[in-house]
């Protein structure tokens, strides 16, 4: 069976539809001579093949005769745009792959392998529909009253089934938007839109609303489609407070009221959603190419949402977030006795550079704290604990954030100072120049 595919590249200035071919997967030309590991691509003779067990290249062992080292890639591309899952291939981001009838879409670029299949690997794929699903028009992104920021990727994408022309996309306050069942668009205006698919003489419609900055949208109440998208990304644990003999039970029917200093469990989503909005110039140094929100799911499967006070600790892919995690305001304790004298509502990267801090305990390699006169340390920035891996997501909101507004930028830039300056044994150095340049910049006297 021949598999063939197209493939939507989402770009900085502009969103390309375009056919794959062997060069979009960034691959070398083979060469003798060269390691090659399991997963590795290489380009011979216009062909993509996939490396299939370590090896080292030799002249006469080239890929289109070594079926036991390399398997070739198909890039033909056909009209409906959907790939046929198989292991061995290479898959970009965006792509996306019918398997066993289920249409998933590809998370990160990567080679597939056996025992990887899709609904195996949420940190690769995300399930999408049912390829022989209904007879009408079935819009399955965006959700329903989903949000996004001015400029942010949206991805349109209808099951129309085979019955049905070309549908066509409509905006009702940017008009047509394009024509095709998989559409990705990054300049819809700010406001509410209603989007239309038309398919014949049928439609679908789906209503979004666009927001200016991040800092606009976490304003904004979650959809209840984009609560239970968090809900199926993370398995969250609700726990009362013995200790304040206080239940979730008792806030089960307040309403998203960000003026409120009572826990909610709509601040939690709210802010677990702005992270997967949040878009950079430059990749964050330690999500290996992954978005920020990606990142997070791939070490963090559990979280515990707790009502005590507390500390915040994270390990074996689980993190505990004390009471701050789950209310709107500003205060500078997490028990809720302590009072304060006006309500603020706090930025959403205060609480996010913990999940960064926190995730980290569940990555292998974690050096761990230092404990130096009861006070906590890093005992390096590159490659190094909690405090590391929240001030480099802070260097990046202030340096690089796509999606943040000036004053965010400039509050993440004095709490990445601050842990710069009281988390670290100085000097605090990295081996990355563009790194150290943003650590040099912020500790300048």
């Given amino acids: 069976m021949t598999t063939m595919k197209k493939t939507f590249l989402l770009l900085s200035a502009a969103v390309v539809l375009a056919v794959v071919s062997p060069i979009a997967f960034g691959a070398d030309n083979w060469t003798p001579g060269i390691e090659y590991r399991a997963g590795d691509t290489a380009l011979y003779n216009d062909t993509l093949y996939v490396c299939l067990q370590y090896h080292t290249a030799q002249a006469a062992w080239t890929p289109e005769i070594t079926a036991a080292l390399w398997n070739a890639v198909p890039v033909e591309a056909d009209a409906s745009g959907i790939y046929y899952w198989i292991p061995r291939a290479g898959y970009a981001a965006g792509d ?28 690769l794929w ?7 699903e209904g007879t009408v028009p079935t819009i399955h992104s965006p959700l329903a009253g989903e949000r996004f920021v001015a400029g942010e990727p949206v991805v349109l994408t209808v099951n129309t089934g085979d019955s049905f022309p070309q549908p066509v996309w409509h905006s009702s306050l940017n008009g047509q938007l394009g024509t095709g069942n998989n559409l990705a668009i990054d300049w819809l205006s700010t406001g509410t839109h209603l989007i239309t698919v038309t398919a014949g003489d049928v439609q679908a419609v789906v209503t979004v609303r666009v927001y200016p900055d991040l800092w606009k949208l976490y304003q904004a109440e979650p959809s209840p489609a984009e609560i239970a998208r968090i809900e199926s990304d993370f398995t969250l644990v609700w726990v009362d407070s013995t200790a304040l003999n206080e239940s979730w039970s008792d806030y089960e029917n307040d309403g998203f009221d960000q003026t409120s200093t009572a826990p909610t469990k709509f601040a939690a989503y709210a802010k677990l959603d702005a992270l997967r909005h949040q878009r ?3 990749p ?13 799911k791939h070490v963090v499967h559990t979280l515990y949402l707790t ?12 993190i505990t977030l004390t009471r701050g995690f789950s209310v ?7 028990d809720p006795t302590v009072p304060f004298p006006d309500f603020v509502l706090a930025f959403y990267h205060s609480p996010l550079y913990l999940l960064f801090h926190e995730g980290r305990h569940s990555e292998p390699g974690d050096p761990g704290h230092l404990y130096i006169d009861g006070q906590q340390f890093d005992p390096y920035l590159e490659n190094g604990s909690g405090h590391a891996w929240a001030a480099l997501y802070l260097m990046w909101v202030y340096k690089y954030g796509l999606s943040d507004p000036a004053v965010i930028k400039q509050d993440a830039r004095v709490i990445a100072t601050s842990l710069l300056t009281s988390r670290f044994p100085r000097p605090v150095t990295h081996s990355d120049p563009e790194i150290q340049a943003i650590i040099d910049e912020l500790l300048a006297p």
Avoid at 106 to 123: N, T, Y
């Fill in 96 to 123: 996306l792959a019918d398997y066993e009838g289920g249409i998933y879409h590809a998370l990160v670029p990567h080679a597939s392998l056996p025992g990887w299949e899709p609904p195996a690997v949420p940190a």
């Fill in 284 to 296: 964050l140094p330690m999500a290996e190419g992954r978005d920020a929100y990606i990142y997070l």
């Fill in 307 to 318: 009502l005590e006070g507390g500390y915040n600790y994270g390990g074996g892919s689980t």
């Fill in 126 to 132: 995300q399930y999408l529909y049912q390829a022989d």
């Fill in 328 to 334: 709107w305001d500003l205060r500078s304790s997490a």
């Fill in 280 to 282: 950079f110039s430059r």
